[in-house]
Structure formats: C-alpha cells, structure tokens
C-alpha cells in the first residue's frame, strides 16, 4: 500500500501516524478510584491485565484522560495491543524512512475526523456511532460532546453482509438508550439522540 502512494524517495524523511487494525485490540473507559498521581499507571496496568483477549505480557499500553461532567470522577480512555503485531509494522514501515510518531486504534482515528463535523455540530443531542468492520461492532455515546461510553462488541459472521445485521443494530441502540434513560440522573432522556452507522 505504502508502495503503491509512491511516497518513496520524493522526501528524505516523513513522520507519519499508524493507525491500528491488528487484532486483538482494547480500547475502554475505565473510572479510577481517588489516588495519588503516581499510581495511576499500576491501577490502569493491573486493570489491563485482566481482560482476557490480550496476553498477561508483550503489551503496549497507553491512556488519556477523559473530561467528566463530575469533576470529582477521574475518567481515562486505556488502549492496549500485543507488542509483536506493532513492532512488525513500526519496523517494516521505518526501514523505507518513515518515523512512526504515533501509534492509533482506528476507531479513535475515525472519532478524531467525525469529531469537528458529526459530534460538535450535534451540540446538545447525545451522539451515538456505531463504527461496522467485518464482525467488530464498536459503540460510541457521546453527551454534550464528551465521550461516555465506547464498547466493542464481537458477532459471529461479518455484520455489513449479514441478513440479521439491522436487528443486531436495532437491539443495541434500544438497549443503549433504554439505559441512559433509566439510569442518566443528568436527563439523557430529555435531549434527543442523533444515531450515525
């Protein structure tokens, strides 16, 4: 692919980012408890360490911290991938000099670009993205332009070619709504949804 944009040789150096595809991937929001900054880390490591899809070693790690409508809460959204699948493609990618700065699950990619056109012109409306490839479903909430919510969800058979995909997606929106309506005490009910496939 890279060979084929013909970037090689018309610069002597490029920095590029690289946004992740390889499987398997965690991306979740985690709510920390109250400590001191310096354990942060461990509390997010320790954390990491009991999902089951990523192995207990050879995992890079990152988080940023999320705004909150309670500023009390500390909120970070963690991604986590096998260090193996990366490294192949950091170096594959850097022997035809290109110095990958960084690194990016696609989803957060794609929530950066829809971001300025889709999510801040929404406003107040809660935003929901359901972001389809091949069996991954990922579910994005966001309220008053804050991310409250990200779930990735695995099927059986690829969902864009499935006969069952619109009860899939009609079953999850429902549930996801039904939920912040109960549960929202900030009145998610009142503000209408805008829903984006």
Same mark, same amino acid.
């Given at each position: 692919?890279?060979?084929?944009?013909?970037?090689?040789?018309?610069?002597?150096?490029?920095?590029?980012a690289?946004?992740?595809?390889?499987?398997? /991937?965690?991306?979740?929001?985690? %709510?920390? =408890?109250?400590?001191?900054?310096?354990?942060v880390?461990?509390?997010?490591?320790?954390?990491?360490?009991?999902?089951?899809?990523? =192995?207990?070693?050879?995992i890079?790690?990152?988080?940023?911290?999320?705004?909150?409508?309670?500023?009390? %809460?500390k909120?970070?959204?963690?991604?986590?991938?096998?260090?193996?699948?990366?490294?192949?493609? /950091?170096?594959?990618?850097?022997?035809?000099?290109?110095? /990958?700065?960084?690194?990016?699950?696609?989803?957060?990619?794609?929530?950066r670009?829809?971001?300025?056109?889709?999510?801040? =012109?929404?406003?107040?409306?809660?935003?929901?993205?359901?972001?389809?490839?091949?069996?991954?479903l990922?579910?994005?909430?966001?309220?008053?332009?804050?991310?409250?919510?990200?779930?990735?969800?695995?099927?059986?058979?690829d969902?864009?070619?499935?006969?069952q995909?619109?009860?899939?997606?009609?079953?999850?929106?429902?549930?996801?709504?039904?939920?912040?309506?109960?549960?929202? =005490?900030?009145?998610?009910? %009142?503000?209408?949804?805008?829903?984006?496939?």
């Amino acid at each position: 692919a890279l060979r084929s944009f013909k970037i090689f040789g018309l610069l002597k150096y490029v920095n590029a980012a690289l946004t992740i595809c390889a499987e398997p /991937v965690l991306l979740q929001i985690l %709510t920390l =408890p109250e400590s001191s900054p310096g354990e942060v880390k461990k509390i997010i490591q320790d954390e990491v360490r009991q999902y089951a899809i990523l =192995p207990l070693k050879n995992i890079e790690m990152d988080y940023c911290s999320l705004k909150s409508a309670d500023v009390q %809460t500390k909120r970070v959204l963690v991604g986590a991938a096998q260090s193996e699948h990366l490294n192949i493609a /950091v170096r594959t990618i850097e022997k035809h000099h290109i110095d /990958v700065k960084t690194l990016e699950p696609a989803v957060t990619a794609f929530l950066r670009l829809c971001f300025n056109k889709v999510i801040r =012109p929404a406003g107040e409306k809660n935003v929901m993205l359901l972001l389809i490839r091949d069996e991954n479903l990922t579910l994005c909430i966001f309220k008053k332009q804050r991310l409250e919510f990200l779930r990735t969800k695995k099927f059986d058979s690829d969902i864009a070619s499935s006969p069952q995909r619109s009860n899939w997606l009609g079953r999850d929106i429902e549930s996801v709504i039904q939920f912040y309506e109960l549960e929202d =005490p900030h009145g998610a009910n %009142t503000r209408p949804w805008q829903v984006i496939v």
